[in-house]
């Protein structure tokens, strides 16, 4: 019945009593405590999701907005987790890791940048996004502040903000066809209240990879001023000019307030088995082992299992990975490059493409159009916030073929 049709059949209906019914019904909700916290209520969908989901439905649809490859975990990998679970490893374990998985993550380390790390400062998390979660936990609260570069992955806005915290991003430019970062700016928006930096390096959307100056400068300000640096490398191993990206882990001591940031997601093709780890202060275990006690009681042991194979026999894998991106990294900078409306940065680590497209003022409205008109998902560099917008991003950790196509594709909308 329509709403028209309620009220003819109620006699008694007035504008007056409905008016007032509803002023009765919102001073109710208002008298009521705030159904949650004003940063939660906040939130919004990132502006990747938000091309994603447009994408439902597309017909020949070329998914390259999310930050994942398109190979599969290797079978030596999804093997260790299987003989677990079948050894009946399905049980509450050790809430920062089992001991086997942390040694294999030193002794990965150690090999990777010549140190003899305690085992003490590891944690496993639940990911990579968890463990971001838990720093803020641990240092962010109304009041604070977080500083980071921009373009940035937008879960770290979003994690610092949760905990009721101002993220202050400091935008790099492009010169020179390189994305270069002004120290001084990002020092001024330090303040007494900044309690985090946060970087990425190599970094998500731009594949920037800090130079060593700078990260000695950041570790010997926020030393001095008592700030807590976030060290995000989880494309440590996606690099394509050297072996290995630069790590801060050489550069600090046990006690600086660094926290050096990993994920199993990218380097071994494990994105949806949510498994990474921390190297913190030893001081900050048991910290991190409160959180994770009172965030997911610890990581499952079957995952775990199959991530200590994957870092201990993995190294073959990582090679082929390496090269997959490689490939893909050519094949899509060769072609936006010959495009008139495009610059693009070459990148030389992770696996993304971040281009700026001349003329560009609305990403997201574009994303969504070429989207429609071609197929091919990309992330609108709004997403990436205050130094994002005239941009877009690629991942080109695809098949070449699919990337030979969407080439193909997009070579009319950006020409
Ligand atoms: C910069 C950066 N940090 C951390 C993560 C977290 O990865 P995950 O939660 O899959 O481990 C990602 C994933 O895209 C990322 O791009």
Not at 69 to 84: K, M
Not at 217 to 243: K, M, S, T
Not at 292 to 314: D, H, K, V
Not at 387 to 410: H, N, Q, T, V, Y
């Amino acid at each position: 019945m329509s709403q028209a049709a309620t009220r003819m059949t109620q006699p008694d209906w007035h504008p007056d009593t409905a008016r007032a019914a509803i002023a009765a019904a919102a001073a109710a909700a208002a008298a009521k405590p705030a159904a949650m916290r004003a940063a939660v209520a906040h939130l919004e969908t990132s502006k990747i999701q938000q091309v994603f989901e447009a994408g439902f439905g597309v017909d020949n649809l070329l998914p390259l907005w999310v930050g994942e490859s398109d190979v599969n975990t290797p079978d030596f990998i999804c093997r260790a987790a299987y003989e677990s679970l079948r050894a009946g490893e399905a049980r509450y374990t050790h809430k920062r890791g089992i001991p086997e998985l942390r040694h294999a993550i030193k002794t990965y380390t150690d090999g990777l940048y010549g140190l003899d790390l305690d085992v003490e400062r590891i944690s496993v998390t639940q990911s990579g996004m968890h463990g971001i979660m838990m720093c803020m936990q641990a240092f962010v609260e109304a009041g604070d502040n977080v500083v980071t570069i921009s373009p940035v992955w937008p879960n770290i806005v979003a994690a610092a903000e949760i905990m009721g915290g101002e993220v202050r991003q400091v935008p790099m430019h492009l010169e020179d066809g390189l994305f270069r970062l002004d120290l001084d700016r990002l020092f001024d928006a330090c303040d007494e209240n900044t309690k985090v930096l946060f970087f990425c390096s190599p970094g998500n959307p731009t594949a920037w990879v800090m130079p060593d100056d700078q990260r000695l400068a950041i570790r010997d300000f926020c030393r001095q001023r008592g700030i807590w640096v976030i060290a995000d490398e989880v494309y440590h191993r996606l690099v394509y000019d050297r072996p290995v990206a630069p790590s801060i882990l050489p550069d600090i001591e046990p006690e600086d307030r660094v926290i050096n940031l990993h994920s199993f997601s990218k380097t071994w093709a494990m994105t949806g088995w949510r498994l990474g780890w921390l190297v913190h202060p030893p001081e900050m275990g048991e910290t991190f082992g409160k959180l994770l006690e009172f965030s997911n009681s610890g990581c499952q042991a079957f995952l775990q299992r199959a991530a200590t194979t994957a870092i201990t026999e993995g190294e073959p894998f990582v090679q082929q990975m390496v090269e997959y991106c490689r490939v893909g990294r050519d094949i899509v900078s060769q072609h936006l490059n010959s495009m008139p409306r495009v610059r693009l940065a070459q990148p030389t680590a992770a696996f993304y493409a971040f281009f700026a497209v001349d003329g560009m003022t609305d990403s997201l409205g574009f994303a969504l159009d070429v989207l429609h008109k071609t197929g091919v998902g990309m992330a609108p560099g709004a997403a990436f916030g205050a130094g994002g917008e005239g941009f877009l991003r690629i991942c080109f950790a695809k098949s070449p073929e699919m990337l030979a196509e969407a080439m193909d594709r997009l070579r009319p909308v950006l020409s």
